[in-house]
């Protein structure tokens, strides 16, 4: 019996050369390769910019608190995503506003969406799920059509004159939307680096922008610099420099910066990225061919308007119930596969039913999860491994 893993980091010997690069440097914080590898994450992006900080929720909280983001404002996201998406939204104070999925798509219901702006609406946070690039066109449509409803209230805000579209991307670095990249769409874009994502530096994550008319790109950059070292004005590379000890603390902000040790990780998957994504390519196309004529509903990570990173395999089984939906995990890992959930809707969790969140509210985002399951899809997997999956699952679902 095989032994199949969800999801384990694709490292080789060139990701360990560049950190061992990086231990016997003698500098392993925030550094050279870091600054490094947020020039090409930028070059990647098609932007002029990029930071690299701790973790994709600390970009994202980094960049609603850059927004000015705080307890009078209302932000938007979706019902059916990983709690990162909505939890930075109330570490800044702001009221969390959830919206439905849509009945036959895992985005959000823009319907729904368009009617949950109001004059407090500050931010919206579409979620780039399973790499899939939301519809950016719509979502742009809608915060255009509302832009009599915003007040902007600090210089970025008055800049962009309308409700900010911050994506949450952990999922979609090397999407593309309209031959665009992921990174280059949204206003703000928050890239995830954890372990578990296709492009990993164990834990990590990036912020991309696209350039704001009157606003520098090197303001900005800067900004998230002190932000995210406690307001100094110095970074430690800089105090290293020949009598350049002094520094000032312009805010008591934050430490969430990224270190050179897992920046050279990222720089070596820089190098092996675009492999990586074609060959999770092929994997998907080989699901998709075993599992659609069997009636396994799947997502669609490729199609002329868009394609996808292809970070998730999400599969729905129509007609099971929760108990059946488990009976068949449980045979997939009696053969050695471990599968997933993506994702029980936040309104189900207690930290957000405790703000007052009801999963009734919520139809479509239940009805989804109810039938889900995600298949190990990375690129550790061989031809052999794929077809034991395909073979195995086909079986165990058309058994129930």
């Not at 930071?51 to 404002?73: F, H, K, P």
């Not at 579409?126 to 255009?144: A, H, S, T, W």
């Not at 045979?331 to 207690?350: D, F, R, W």
Request: aromatic residues 8%.
């Amino acid at each position: 019996m095989k032994k199949i893993p969800f999801s384990p980091p694709d490292i080789t010997e060139v990701e360990i050369k560049e950190v061992t690069d990086a231990l016997r440097s003698g500098w392993i914080t925030t550094g050279l390769k870091t600054k490094k590898l947020e020039k090409e994450i930028a070059a990647y992006c098609g932007v002029n910019r990029a930071v690299c900080l701790g973790s994709q929720t600390a970009c994202a909280e980094m960049t609603l608190r850059l927004l000015g983001i705080s307890n009078d404002d209302e932000v938007i996201t979706s019902a059916y995503t990983y709690t990162a998406s909505a939890s930075v939204v109330c570490h800044v104070g702001a009221k969390l506003i959830l919206v439905d999925t849509q009945k036959n798509s895992l985005e959000m219901d823009y319907d729904k969406l368009a009617d949950a702006i109001t004059e407090k609406t500050k931010v919206i946070i579409p979620v780039d799920l399973g790499g899939i690039p939301c519809d950016y066109e719509k979502i742009f449509e809608i915060v255009e059509s509302k832009k009599h409803l915003f007040h902007p209230e600090n210089e970025i805000q008055e800049a962009i004159g309308r409700v900010i579209v911050m994506a949450d991307a952990a999922h979609a670095f090397g999407g593309t939307w309209h031959g665009k990249p992921v990174g280059s769409i949204a206003d703000f874009s928050n890239f995830s680096f954890h372990a578990v994502k296709n492009f990993t530096t164990a834990e990590g994550g990036a912020v991309t922008w696209k350039q704001i008319d009157g606003i520098d790109d090197e303001e900005i950059y800067h900004k998230y610099q002190l932000l995210s070292l406690h307001g100094q004005s110095k970074d430690a590379l800089a105090k290293t420099q020949l009598g350049a000890w002094e520094y000032d603390i312009i805010g008591t902000w934050y430490k969430c910066n990224m270190t050179d040790v897992i920046a050279g990780i990222g720089l070596a998957q820089m190098q092996r990225y675009p492999e990586l994504l074609k060959r999770r390519k092929e994997i998907i196309e080989r699901y998709d061919n075993a599992f659609k004529p069997i009636g396994i509903e799947v997502l669609p990570h490729y199609t002329d308007e868009y394609q996808s990173s292809g970070h998730l395999y999400i599969t729905r089984v129509l007609g099971i119930s929760l108990e059946e939906r488990q009976e068949i995990i449980v045979k997939m890992a009696e053969q050695g596969i471990s599968c997933n959930v993506h994702y029980k809707p936040l309104p189900m969790m207690t930290a957000y039913k405790e703000q007052g969140f009801n999963i009734k509210c919520y139809p479509n985002a239940y009805d989804h999860f109810a039938i889900e399951i995600t298949l190990p899809l990375h690129t550790k997997l061989s031809d052999d491994d794929v077809d034991y999956i395909i073979d195995h699952y086909s079986k165990i679902v058309s058994s129930i």
